[in-house]
């Protein structure tokens, strides 16, 4: 999955340097073809912290504040070089400090039934994350340490409102949070301006959490030829 993550990011005309935090470096020494790119300095490598938003966290602080960086996670299975593209104008033309890639959950099961998926329910409908994020000003890292803060409940949606205000949490239950309210709230709370891309590739929300999303992620691959 990762070489398959890397050879998007490679392809993609957005995409510049490419670092990679982790895998560790025993699990690299039994992957040959990891290690060659690693050893050619076609990737560069630095090791994974105890979560992924301390090792996103450590990544992003290894860069120049001023570089715009797009994170993407290493189980992105079916990630292209045009959903990569697509998401980094539009999030460039956004004009904020941090984007985030989103699909519309109706879409995404439509197109894949049968794929479990956390969604978030606003009001103007469901949207799946895509595990795509842009940091494209220098104040923007402050996004990664918010991050760390409520990453242990990613996969509650209800619980990870809650962290924004007990009145986010009740116009949320209601069906009354719009995107667009909730993405204005965040900007307040973390004192930047978050923006949101929705993607028209339905793929970008396929993630492998599990041996069965792996599964289906292989068989999607293999009925797309990829």
């Known amino acids: 999955m990762v070489l398959r993550v890397l050879d998007a ?35 560069r490598w630095m090791p994974n912290q105890a979560t992924p938003s301390t090792s996103a966290w450590s990544a992003l602080n290894s860069l120049a504040p001023e570089t715009p ?55 103007d409908g469901p949207f799946c994350g895509c595990n795509l994020f842009a940091f494209l000003t220098p104040g923007s890292r402050v996004a990664a340490d918010h991050w760390r803060q409520v990453e242990h409940q990613r996969k509650q949606p209800l619980k990870m409102i809650g962290a924004l205000g007990w009145m986010m949490v009740l116009r949320y239950a209601l069906g009354l949070l719009s995107l667009k ?9 973390m004192g930047l301006e978050v923006g949101a891309v929705i993607l028209p590739y339905p793929e970008a929300a396929v993630d492998v959490d599990t041996v069965s999303d792996w599964q289906f992620a292989q068989a999607i691959a293999a009925r797309s030829g990829t």
């Open 181 to 189: 309210a909730a993405l204005r709230h965040v900007s307040a709370r």
């Open 69 to 123: 960086v797009l994170l993407t996670t290493a189980d992105h299975a079916l990630l292209s070089a045009p959903v990569v593209d697509h998401f980094c104008r539009e999030a460039r033309a956004l004009r904020c400090d941090v984007a985030a890639g989103l699909a519309s959950h109706s879409l995404t099961v439509e197109r894949y039934p049968g794929m479990r998926r956390t969604k978030t329910r606003f009001s």
């Open 9 to 43: 990011l490679n392809e993609a005309h957005e995409v510049g340097t490419c670092l990679l935090c982790g895998p560790s470096a025993g699990i690299i020494d039994g992957a040959p073809q990891l290690k060659e790119r690693i050893a050619s300095g076609a990737v």
